[in-house]
T-cell receptor, first 115, second 113 residues
């Protein structure tokens, strides 16, 4: 799979390949990060989260990596399936500053899975 | 365990009318958040409420928009005298406690003619 940043809005991968979706965040005070998946006409669906005291967290077929040094977050999807086609958003909250109610979302990347 | 419920799913209003959007949080969740999503953009925070209290409304437009979360019943986002620029998808999220994962509803798509 290809690795793209949020400035490239579309990622196309072959079914069965691994996908890597990247996100650069700007608020160095952010300490909680979430990846959401949004299918057309639906609300964002929680995929996986990670707190700033970790650099990696694994779920079912998904892995989130956090690099606080360069303020970079990535979502890896193993064996990408057609059902993974959606828009993916990273979101962050700076809990430690007290502004802990607002999720700040990135602009999103469209993942398109080719059969 | 039902997820976050929102209604209506689609709402059409003419300019100058009022729009009322309702949100029922997940069972056991007392924290509600409203977000707005313009076409092909990410979600933007509007307001955060707990039962009977507005905690953070820093993302709400100063005029025409209001939100409430009464002791009984759903949270309501109210838009008075709607304009075409209010056309968007409005999403509600809930969490059981502050600083925990927010789970989203299906959204209300508002179209202002």
């Amino acid at each position: 799979g290809e690795s793209v940043g949020l400035h490239l809005p579309t990622l196309s991968v072959q079914e069965g390949d691994n996908s890597i979706i990247n996100c650069a965040y700007s608020n160095s005070a952010s300490d909680y990060f979430i990846w959401y998946k949004q299918e057309s006409g639906k609300g964002p669906q929680f995929i996986i989260d990670i707190r700033s005291n970790m650099d990696k967290r694994q779920g079912q077929r998904v892995t989130v990596l956090l690099n606080k040094t360069v303020k970079h977050l990535s979502l890896q999807i193993a064996a990408t399936q057609p059902g993974d086609s959606a828009v993916y958003f990273c979101a962050e909250i700076p809990f430690s500053t007290g502004a802990n109610s607002k999720l700040t979302f990135g602009k999103g990347i469209t993942l398109s899975v080719r059969p | 365990n039902a997820g976050v419920m929102q209604n209506p799913r689609h709402l059409v209003r003419r300019r100058g009318q009022e729009a009322r959007l309702r949100c029922s949080p997940m069972k056991g969740h007392s924290h509600v958040y409203w977000y707005r999503q313009l076409p092909e953009e990410g979600l933007k925070f509007m307001v955060y409420l707990q039962k009977e209290n507005i905690i953070d409304e820093s993302g709400m437009p100063k005029e025409r928009f209001s939100a409430e979360f009464p002791k009984e019943g759903p949270s309501i986002l109210r838009i008075q005298q709607v304009v075409r620029g209010d056309s968007a998808a409005y999403f509600c999220a809930s969490s059981p406690r502050l600083a925990e994962t927010q789970y989203f509803g299906p959204g209300t798509r508002l179209l202002v003619l």
